[in-house]
C-alpha cells in the first residue's frame, strides 16, 4: 500500500466509525422520538450491557487453557463485591486484582 | 436550549469553578477506563511498532478512528493490498453496536446545542456510553457538561496510550498481564447496576440469551450483528408485555 492508500484506508475506517455513531440521530432528527425507538432506547441498555459483558468474554475457552476459572473469579468477584459495597471503582479494582493475580501466579 | 442559556451565564459569573466541579465529577467516573485504554493503547501501539510503523501512525489512528477494535484490524489490513470496500464493511460492521448507543442517548442528548452534542456522539465508544448512560451525576453538577468531560477525558487516555505504545513500547517490562480485565469488571459493575435498577430484568436476560446462543452457534468473530439483531427482534416480540413494566 502506498501512504495516500494508508491514508484513505484509515479515513474510510473512521468516517464508517462515525457513520454508525451519528446514525440513529441522523435518521431520526425529528422533533419526537418514534414511539419505537423510545421503547428500544429503554429496554436496550440492559441488553447491550449483557452483550458487551459477553463480548469481553468471547474468547475465553471453558475446555482448554484454564478454563475460564480466572474470568469466573474474577467475575464473581466484582459482582459480590459490588452487592456488598456498592462503590464502583471498589468492585473493579478487586476484581481486576483477583483476575490478575489468577493468571499471573495460579494459571502463569 | 434554555440549558444553554443558563449555563453560559453560570460560566459568566464563576465559570472556573463551575468547570473544576464537573472535572472532579467526571474523573473518578473515568479511572477504570483510564487503566483499561492505557493498557490496550499501550499494547495497540506496540503492535502497531512491531508491526513496523512508526509512532505517528497509532497517534493518527487513535485520534481519528477511536474505536479500539476496529484499529487492530485496520492495522493488519495497512500492511496487505488496498481494499477500500472491505475496509468499509469490515468497519460497518465492527462499530454496527453505535447504532444500540445513539438510539438509547436520542434523547439524553436533546437540547444540548450543537457542538456539543456533536462532540459526545463522535466521541461515543463502548466505555464512554457506559459510564454516559449510568453515572449519577452530582447536585449541582451540568449533565451536558459532565457527558463532555467523561468523552474527552476517555478520549484523551486511548489516543496518548497509543501513542506512548508506539514511542516507547519495547522498552515497558512490568507484569501487567492480565490488567485488560478491568474493562471486563467494569462492564460488569455496570450490569449489575443496571440489573438492579430496571423493574424488569426481560431485556438483561435477552441480552445475555441471545449473546450466548449466537456466541456458541457463530463463535467469537461474526457473533456480534446477529445478536444485535436478535436482540433488538426479540425485544420487538416482547414489546406488549414489557411496555407497562419499563
Known amino acids: 500500500m502506498t501512504l495516500a492508500e494508508q491514508i484513505l484506508t484509515v479515513l474510510i475506517g473512521a468516517a464508517a466509525t462515525q457513520f454508525t455513531r451519528f446514525a440513529a440521530f441522523i435518521f431520526f432528527a425529528g422533533k419526537k422520538t418514534p414511539a419505537f425507538l423510545a421503547y428500544l432506547g429503554k429496554c436496550l441498555p440492559g441488553a447491550v450491557f449483557a452483550l458487551l459483558v459477553v463480548y469481553c468474554l468471547k474468547d475465553v475457552s471453558v475446555f482448554t487453557g484454564s478454563r475460564g476459572i480466572p474470568e469466573a473469579a474474577g467475575i464473581a468477584a466484582t459482582v459480590l463485591l459490588h452487592l456488598w459495597k456498592r462503590q464502583m471503582l471498589l468492585s473493579i479494582a478487586g476484581g481486576t486484582a483477583l483476575y490478575m493475580l489468577f493468571v499471573q501466579t495460579v494459571f502463569a | ?246
Open chain 2, 1 to 246: 436550549m434554555d440549558n444553554e442559556g443558563s449555563n453560559s451565564q453560570q460560566d459568566f459569573h464563576g465559570g472556573n469553578s463551575r468547570c473544576l466541579s464537573v472535572l472532579k465529577a467526571a474523573f473518578p467516573a473515568t479511572l477504570p477506563v483510564f487503566a483499561g485504554f492505557w493498557f490496550l493503547g499501550l499494547a495497540y501501539g506496540i503492535y502497531m511498532h512491531s508491526l513496523g510503523f512508526p509512532f505517528w501512525y497509532p497517534m493518527c489512528m487513535s485520534a481519528l478512528i477511536f474505536a479500539g477494535s476496529l484499529e487492530f484490524v485496520i492495522a493488519n489490513m495497512l500492511s496487505g493490498a488496498f481494499a477500500p470496500l472491505q475496509v468499509l464493511l469490515i468497519s460497518l460492521l465492527v462499530n454496527a453496536r453505535h447504532v444500540f448507543y445513539g438510539i438509547a442517548m436520542l434523547d439524553r442528548f436533546r437540547g444540548l446545542g450543537f457542538w456539543r452534542k456533536t462532540a459526545l456522539i463522535a466521541g461515543m465508544c463502548d466505555e464512554t456510553f457506559a459510564i454516559n448512560y449510568s453515572a449519577k451525576v452530582p447536585q449541582g453538577v451540568d449533565k451536558g457538561s459532565f457527558m463532555l468531560a467523561v468523552t474527552l477525558f476517555n478520549y484523551s487516555y486511548w489516543v496518548s496510550g497509543a501513542t506512548l505504545g508506539g514511542l516507547f513500547g519495547n522498552a515497558l517490562s512490568f507484569n501487567t498481564r492480565g490488567l485488560e480485565f478491568v474493562l471486563t469488571a467494569m462492564f460488569t459493575v455496570i450490569f449489575t447496576q443496571q440489573w438492579l435498577k430496571d423493574r424488569s430484568r426481560i431485556p438483561e436476560l435477552t441480552g445475555f440469551g441471545c449473546a450466548f446462543l449466537c456466541l456458541l452457534c457463530l463463535g467469537p468473530q461474526n457473533f456480534m450483528v446477529p445478536a444485535m439483531l436478535l436482540i433488538t427482534l426479540m425485544l420487538a416480540f416482547l414489546r406488549k408485555p414489557l411496555s407497562g413494566r419499563l
